[in-house]
């Protein structure tokens, strides 16, 4: 009995080498950061688009050591534009972080969105044996469910949303609300972050659907679908030990004595959901109120390159970039610039000496399903401090760290100042009890049991 997993994004992407062969490399992401050791566990398959060298339909990963079977669809350039850029990213997840004003409802993006789910759907029967349970993942694939269902009626079938799930009156606004939501009850069972967005969900499915649902439960069409929350961890052992190899406190030194200011830190996608624009303004407004901290603090900010070909998202890059420059252009002086501005993705030591090198973690999305990054700063620094947005899914889970309203600057800027200040030991305690947590409910063990709760109904 094995596990298949069914997702847009692929865990690793090829890459050439110059004699001629592919080196498979880790995608940067949070859905692919969770599942890879989720199946290497496991063993089984993966299903997902294979984006570079679409010619290369199968693979055993990780490379040097296989643990199971990628199999990768090949999307068209239509299909990835609509299916992928049009509808998946210029509605669904725009709709369900609350921007309605950024959402595109194209009909035509839809019935391409159709298609290529019943393609996935297609390619997981096919890989099906009597006895697997089958995990399927994100907005992107919200259908397959369903249609999985109809061709193998019985099988055991679990799906997780992996963003927010909004308010009613916001999810009301897709013109298929209905067909979206019988796509995913086609599931045993669905899987969401937080509380909120099960309830939301659940009140959806009352309103769109006219469905039954009781506590954690909806009832539709003659079947039962069970919705939990049940929010992601991290690999907590994994992070810590890598925090403390020599290598990489090395490298946080480093890091700390290039900088040489006490060190703010912000590591996301470049999405206009991440709130980065803000935290640079609130930075700016700290700078205003206490010219004291300048030439003293420092915001290193990593931006990874997202969807670029969706123009809000070019938008967000030369708005970011127009601020970090404008900032270091009013308080730059005597050799210090306020803001270090990274735009790439870093490799995975280097993300962890930066959280190890960091006084304070900037996490302050506008709306996020989880957040991964807070978890892992929490798991990686010593004596830091977490501001974390009220707005994140993690801030349910995470009483300790100081929490904000990231449309408020001012806010922010107090609780940087509340940060930087912080007495050793408060922020120790804080990391502590924080940390306790994340041991409590690991990666491995929210994999484990999620596919546990998909077997028994
Ligand atoms: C979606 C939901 C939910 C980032 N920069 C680098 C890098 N990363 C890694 C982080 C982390 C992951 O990417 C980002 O995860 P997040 O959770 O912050 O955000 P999304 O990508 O938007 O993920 C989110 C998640 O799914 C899981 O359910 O929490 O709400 O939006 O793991 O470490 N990794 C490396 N270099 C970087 O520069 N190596």
Redesign the pocket.
Known sequence: MGLIVVSNREPYAPHSREDGGLDWVPS????T??LDPALQHAGGTWIAWGEAHPDVAEVQLPQHDPRYCLQRLRLSDAEVRDFYHGFSNRALWPMSHYFIERTRYDASAWQTYVAVNRRFAEATVTAYREGDTIWVHDYQLALVPRMIREMLPGASIGFFW??PWPSTEVFRTLPWDRELLDGMLGADLIGM?THDYVRYFQAACRRALDADTDEGTVYWQGRTSRVVARP?GIEVDAYEELSSRPDVEDEADRIRRTVQTQILLG?D?L?YTKGIPERLEAFDAYLDRHPEARGKVTLVQ?A?PSREQVDSYRQLRARVEGLVGRINGKHTHSGWSPIQYIYR????EE?VAHYRAADVMLVTPLR??????AK?FTACSRDGALILSRFA?AADEMREALQVNPYNPGGLAEALQVALNMPLEEKKARLHRLRERLHASDLRSWADEFVEEIRTP
């Open positions: 940067i992401g949070g859905l950061a969770a992996h963003i972050h992601i590591v996608r999405d990593i990874v993705g870093v490799g995975r993300l996020d399903g989880l957040n991964l990054v892992e899914g």
